[in-house]
């Protein structure tokens, strides 16, 4: 099987990661509706990540065909796009699968209004959305490498738990997250526990996983 390298996107990913995150998730979308869509997520990418104060957000990906060790970049380690890695590789390979993890708090049970969320990350709960692999890729482990490397990530910035929506009607994806250690979390009664925006008839169940400290080698 071809070489995977699960990394942080840089902003030479941002179509690719737009094609696979619409592909995914609107798969029967056609022309012009489908590249609208597409541009919209690149618009929203180089946008959405500019985050509050003390939150981080950051986009995961899942490139076939590259290794680490014959790569060699251009640009500065500190210049950003956004969230986003401003580096250039002149050996790139293809993104098969996506992932953002943020401390933002937008999906994380509150008791105040939405606008208070900058003092939500303090619970020390990382946030995961946005999982898309694509169809030729699938049943190969990128979304199991894409959440360790997600926990990897969540871990860094000091956080204790990592969370999740998942689609109730999504088995598969219930099955995998559950092979991973998140476990289904009950909404306390009188909570106000945001949930993504999506069709009207989409229900979710919350997950969520503790977080083991990096053991010392």
């Known amino acids: 099987s071809p070489e995977i390298v699960v990394r942080e996107a840089r902003i030479e990913d941002i179509w690719e990661v737009a094609e696979t995150h619409c592909s995914c998730f609107f798969p029967n979308y056609t022309f012009p509706l489908d590249l609208m869509l597409r541009v919209d997520r690149l618009v929203a990418m180089l ?12 986009c995961l990906v899942a490139v076939v065909g590259s290794r680490m060790d014959e790569t060699f970049f251009l640009g500065s380690e500190d ?15 293809y993104v098969a699968g996506i992932l953002t993890v943020d401390t933002v708090a937008d999906f994380l049970p509150r008791k105040g209004p939405l606008r208070q969320r900058s003092s939500f990350h303090r619970t020390g709960i990382a946030y995961i959305s946005n999982v898309a692999v694509r169809e030729k890729f699938r049943r190969k482990g990128i979304a199991k490498r894409l959440i360790a490397k997600a926990e990897a990530q969540a871990r860094g910035w000091g956080c204790r738990s990592i969370a ?29 526990w945001p949930q993504p925006k999506n069709s009207p008839d989409v229900k979710f169940k919350f997950m969520m996983k503790l977080l083991k400290a990096p053991t010392a080698s």
């Open 79 to 93: 210049f950003k796009v956004g969230g986003l890695d401003g580096k250039f590789s002149l050996h790139r390979g």
């Open 47 to 58: 946008s959405g990540f500019t985050v509050q104060h003390g939150t981080r957000r950051t």
């Open 164 to 192: 999740l929506h998942c689609d109730f009607n999504n088995l598969g994806a219930t099955k995998l997250y559950k092979g991973q250690g998140f476990k289904c979390v009950k909404v306390p009664e009188g909570a106000n």
